[in-house]
């Protein structure tokens, strides 16, 4: 089956450490996008790749680095840098511009 | 600034009944505009992109309008059912491939 996985589903860490969420598609998606999701907010764009070893930060990229060196997947680091980094993380593809995206199921990240 | 607004109440609804939900927004030009459904701890799914050059979109009890002059969007689900009870999102394509999305509505079909 196609689709986006991501990994792990909850997340819990130190305040201090960075951490990687983990997104791989099997949609052949050149696009890929990386969101956060906060109780009573939409969802706002943090970093987004438009093709391989390319991308560009989206409204709110404090704090967070990406990375695209294949097609297939696109890791977000969560830095210590970012204040407030407890949400729940949301990765999607499409295909081309405007087209639908389509979403992984989420990770949660708790920090302590 | 650019705004997308969408109904921040929960709209409850009857099984059979038409829900209405609307999306507003400003300082915009955008080319295209979607929506999806977010249930509870999950992604949101897509349900359906009209383009402004389209008034109107239908997929089975899906119905979306897109009036850009008045700047909004209206999605319909007629004879709504207690399965479509869950978030509805609308989102605006932007720039290069980015959306950026409302807040969202919840909507509560009971029987």
């Known amino acids: 089956d196609g689709g986006i996985t991501q990994s792990p589903k909850y997340l819990f860490r130190k305040e201090g450490q960075n951490v990687t969420l983990s997104c791989e598609q099997n949609l052949n998606h050149d696009a890929m996008y990386w969101y956060r999701q906060d109780p009573g907010q939409g969802l706002r764009l943090i970093y987004y790749s438009q093709i391989v070893n390319d991308f560009q930060k989206g409204d709110i990229a404090e704090g967070y680095s990406v990375s695209r060196e294949k097609k297939e997947s696109f890791p977000l680091t969560v830095t210590s840098a970012q204040k407030n980094p407890t949400a729940f993380y949301l990765c999607?593809?499409?295909?081309?511009?405007?087209?639908?995206?389509?979403f992984g199921p989420g990770t949660r990240l708790t920090v302590l | 600034s650019q705004k997308i607004e969408q109904n921040s109440e929960a709209l409850n609804i009857q099984e059979g009944k038409t829900a209405t939900l609307t999306c507003n927004y400003t300082n915009y030009s955008p080319a295209y505009l979607q929506w999806y459904r977010q249930d509870p701890g999950r992604g949101p799914v897509f349900l359906l992109l009209i383009r402004e050059n389209e008034k109107e979109k239908r997929k089975e009890r899906l119905k979306v309008t897109f009036d850009t002059t008045l700047k909004q969007s209206l999605f319909h689900i007629t004879a709504s059912q207690p399965a479509d009870s869950a978030t509805y999102l609308c989102?605006?394509?932007?720039?290069?491939?980015?959306?950026?999305f409302g807040k969202g509505t919840s909507l509560l079909v009971t029987p």
């Open positions: 989102a605006l394509v932007i720039s290069g491939y980015a959306l950026n």
């Open positions: 999607a593809s499409s295909i081309e511009r405007g087209n639908e995206q389509f």
